[in-house]
């Protein structure tokens, strides 16, 4: 069956260390996006990609990097310059760059600082 | 800038009709976009309106006026599994990625 699978679905991280979030879709997709979410609060851009080998800033950037060397995988590294980077981690992907009409999430990773 | 403003939570009982509304600032606007979250999961997509009017499927409609800058989402014959939070979300020409509004949580009583 097609899909998007993010790993793992709960990660534990020392202050001070990177860790990376894997993103994998099989579904042919352009697109991929990555979103943070907080308890009770909406989702939040952090990084999206329309093609291979590029990929833009959203809203809260600063503190995530992003690669996207196949169009299948988009992994996002949480590095120790964010300060605050316990929280839902949710990755998308979409048919269309030109037009986003529908995007298609993982399960999501939780992400807890200890 | 882009920003979509909803109600922060809904209460309403099984069987009612209830209607989520979102109100958004954002320039070259390609259309309004649905999505539905239970607790601990993925968002998944409920509907999209690209031109001015009602979509319905099944249970859900949706609405949107551009000129109002406004949209909702109207769910009819309630039942307790349609108690999530709601998200409506939009892009525009300058950046192809969804940008969401704060979500509302719905809550349905018996």
């Known amino acids: 069956d097609g899909g998007i699978t993010q790993s793992p679905k709960y990660l534990f991280r020392k202050e001070g260390q990177n860790v990376t979030l894997s993103c994998e879709q099989n579904?042919?997709?352009?697109?991929m996006y990555w979103y943070r979410q907080d308890p009770g609060q909406g989702l939040r851009l952090i990084y999206y990609s329309q093609i291979v080998n590029d990929f833009q800033k959203g809203d809260i950037a600063e503190g995530y990097s992003v690669s996207r060397e196949k169009k299948e995988s988009f992994p996002l590294t949480v590095t120790s310059a964010q300060k605050n980077p316990t929280a839902f981690y949710l990755c998308?992907?979409?048919?269309?760059?030109?037009?986003?009409?529908?995007?298609?999430f993982g399960q999501g990773t939780r992400l807890t600082v200890v | 800038g882009q920003s979509l403003e909803q109600p922060s939570e809904v209460t309403a009982v099984e069987g009612a009709i209830v209607q989520i509304n979102c109100t958004y600032q954002t320039s070259g606007f390609y259309g309004l976009s649905w999505y539905q979250q239970h607790d601990g999961g993925a968002p998944t997509f409920l509907s999209y309106?690209?031109?001015?009017g009602l979509e319905e499927t099944g249970r859900f409609s949706s609405f949107l006026s551009r000129s109002d800058s406004y949209g909702y989402l109207l769910l009819q014959e309630l039942q307790m599994k349609d108690s999530a939070s709601y998200f409506c979300?939009?892009?525009?020409?300058?950046?192809?990625?969804?940008?969401f509004g704060s979500g509302t949580r719905l809550q349905v009583q018996p």
């Open positions: 579904l042919n997709h352009d697109a």
């Open positions: 979300a939009g892009c525009n020409t300058g950046r192809r990625a969804l940008t």
């Open positions: 998308a992907s979409s048919i269309s760059r030109t037009e986003n009409t529908e995007a298609f």
């Open positions: 309106n690209a031109l001015d």
